[in-house]
């Protein structure tokens, strides 16, 4: 816009110049007068098109000194996150069914001799699975708008309930979900001219690819499958995030999106072929 100013004031110039300059011819021993007179009207014009041209694309200039105060400078980075991450993990109901398979033989036990025994007590595995992953990777900002990013990520879910038999005796089953995905990244700064909530921040839109490494795996107390590496990859995600703080060097974003994490176990005699590590997420970034 700064181009299309100067090219205004230019056509400005033009006009002012030829409007000057469409007067009447007049003798030889004058126009040398006239001509000085002619540029020095010019000039005072030029200078008041040119006030009058800043006043009219001043509120342009704000908000471009502000987005270009919002931009990250180009150059390599680094950042660390942490989130919560409500997990999809609907193989959990194999879990849930074979606690209940076992219940169901303590109860079993208690109907055949239950004087002087007390009555079988089960807590259910809950029905949604909660982590709280942490990552760290490098990020190459190439341009104020555009970035590509390399990270890993550790998750880990430990699901644990409690059953007692009719002695009173405790008995504890679990599963664990473990996983350490790694992902490329690619993020594209949504101009603030076009979506803010305040001065000089920014959202930014992130889509993200996602590999699982060998340690993903499960654990429980029926067995543990581990994942295999695909080298095509095992999921995506997309992000939308803001950056609501920044000092000096030092950039922080909040994040919402859902990712899906896909993973498939060759392991002979595993308790699950594959499963579903992905879900909501929400997390924090700190960019420096």
Known sequence: MKLC?????????????????????????????????????????????????????????????????????????????????????????????????????????????????????????????????????????????????????????????ILTDKQGETHNFKYTLQAFPIFAEYRLLISPNLITLKNNDYFSLFLRYYWLLPPTRINSSWGSAKADFEPLGNGYGIFLGYRFWEWGGLSVFGEMGYLSLDAKSSTKNGILNSWNLGGISVLIRALF
């Open 5 to 161: 100013a100067a090219v205004i004031f230019c056509v400005f110039l033009g006009i002012a110049f030829s409007q000057d300059s469409s007067s009447v011819l007049l003798p030889q021993d004058t126009v040398s007068v006239v001509k000085d007179s002619v540029v020095k009207d010019s000039i005072v014009e030029n200078m008041v098109d040119t006030t009058s041209i800043g006043t009219a694309f001043n509120p342009f200039f704000i908000d471009t000194a502000s987005t270009d105060s919002a931009k990250i400078k180009p150059g390599l980075r680094f950042f660390v996150s942490a989130g919560l991450q409500f997990i999809n993990f609907k193989e959990g109901s194999k879990f849930q069914a074979l606690l209940n398979n076992i219940y169901k033989e303590y109860e079993n036990d208690y109907r055949e001799d239950f004087e002087g025994y007390i009555s079988p007590i089960k807590q259910d595995f809950e029905t949604v699975n909660l982590a709280f992953p942490i990552s760290a990777g490098i990020i190459w900002q190439f341009n104020d708008v555009h970035s590509l990013g390399l990270g890993v990520i550790f998750l880990y879910d430990n699901e644990s309930v």
